[in-house]
């Protein structure tokens, strides 16, 4: 495994950058990459991916907007969003824990973000203002944006990751109760599924545990359970159905399914 990894991760030493920057996803890209070999050093520590992963992290702390948080560039822009960021936390959180430093700025940007995007009395975190619903393109439009809670999902798993524990019960229970009314649930043409929302509702409701988690993950696995195709040629994965199937094909919708499934592991281990 080490040596898969480790020539693609040092692909860009000097930037830091991991991945192409010809799109606008290249932070997106970066943060996932940077998880993933965080966790790697972590499990098996070559000291050549440790070396990726600082980079990663520096170059993750160059992308912030100060006092914020990040969005698409690669160089501060004034642009946040809670999407990205959740990546860009759960990256850092890694890196931490495999003994790489990380600047406490980028923590304490992500609660003032927090703060700024959550509508108090709902509950509900924003995509880029207060209490709003999950991005659309016109890609994928047609698909309801309030169909799920992916940016509370992500929000209050930052605050978790973060703190380890509710700091506001109260705003907990609200965020805890409104995704709990849109539990995992396949639906064949995905107009009101959204796998990026189970990922992040998994990871929220792994830390959380109690009965709410149990109830998510009754749902989720039957979902899992509805949706795997059992035959043929795609036999043991997931059809990309939901709004961000376009964008990564049934590759991403089987990645997010198993990470949403595997999630009470990743958090234990």
Known sequence: MTRRVTPRASA?????IIGTRAN??????????????GQQYWMYRSPLVGKSVREGVKAIERARNPYAVWRYGVTPD???????????????KMAERSGVEVDAACY?????????????????????????????????AKYEAGAGEAMTAAGMYMWLLMD????????????????????????????????????WGSRAFAR???KEGRAWRKALERA???GQASKGDWKGSWAPDGPWGHVGGRVYATAMMILALEAEALEEG
């Open 78 to 92: 004034g642009d946040n969003d809670t999407s990205i960021t959740g990546w860009m936390l759960a990256a850092l």
């Open 164 to 199: 380890g524990e509710y700091v506001e019960l109260e705003m907990a229970e609200k965020q805890l109760g409104i995704m709990l009314k849109k539990l995992p649930e396949w639906e064949d043409g995905g107009m009101k599924m959204d796998l990026y929302y189970w990922h």
């Open 24 to 37: 606008f996803s290249v932070l997106y890209n970066h943060a996932l990459a940077t998880l993933a070999l």
């Open 224 to 226: 899992a359970s509805d």
């Open 108 to 140: 304490e940007g992500a609660r003032r973000w927090l703060e700024e995007v959550t509508d108090a009395a709902t509950g509900r975190v924003g995509y880029s203002t207060s209490g709003g619903y999950s991005a659309r393109t016109p890609a994928n």
């Open 208 to 210: 959380a545990g109690g």
């Open 12 to 16: 860009e030493e000097g930037s830091g």
